[in-house]
């Protein structure tokens, strides 16, 4: 059975709060087999950082304990793995993502990266992933 894997990037988890966006819901009800969302320690690790650098950025962590929660309540009705798995020291954030979705591809497996880092998404794109953003501030697109 064909299982759509989807990596979600720092930028999406704060999505849901931000712009009023059911992510989750709006991606597995546009693509057809399982769908399993994978979320790394890494990108968790990361939104720590910036809120323990930025302690008056409100709006920020205002945003990141609600995308966070939204994934918590979600959890149960949503196939979300999250993978204990952080990058080398001589490896950025986004060479690590695009290794791991690398390292993901199988025979029965689509991968797909959730971001609207424009950037991460071409460097994806060049290697022939899939990738899903935010259009508009409001709809969930694929490319």
Request: aromatic share 12%; proline share 1%.
């Amino acid at each position: 059975m064909l299982e759509n894997l989807i990596v979600i990037d720092a930028n999406f988890i704060l999505l849901p709060f931000q712009f009023k966006i059911d992510y989750l819901y709006d991606i597995d009800s546009q693509l057809e087999g399982r769908t399993v969302f994978v979320l790394f320690k890494q990108i968790l690790d990361e939104l720590e950082a910036k809120r323990l650098r930025e302690p008056n950025a409100t709006k920020f962590i205002m945003n990141l304990k609600s995308g966070l929660s939204y994934l918590e309540n979600n959890n149960e009705n949503y196939n979300i793995v999250y993978k204990h798995i952080t990058k080398s020291t001589e490896e950025s954030t986004d060479d690590f993502l695009v290794r791991n979705c690398q390292e993901l591809k199988g025979k029965e497996n689509r991968v797909y990266l959730a971001s609207n880092d424009v950037d991460l998404r071409r460097k994806v794109r060049k290697i022939g992933f899939s990738t899903i953003f935010l259009r508009q501030k409001k709809f969930i697109s694929f490319d």
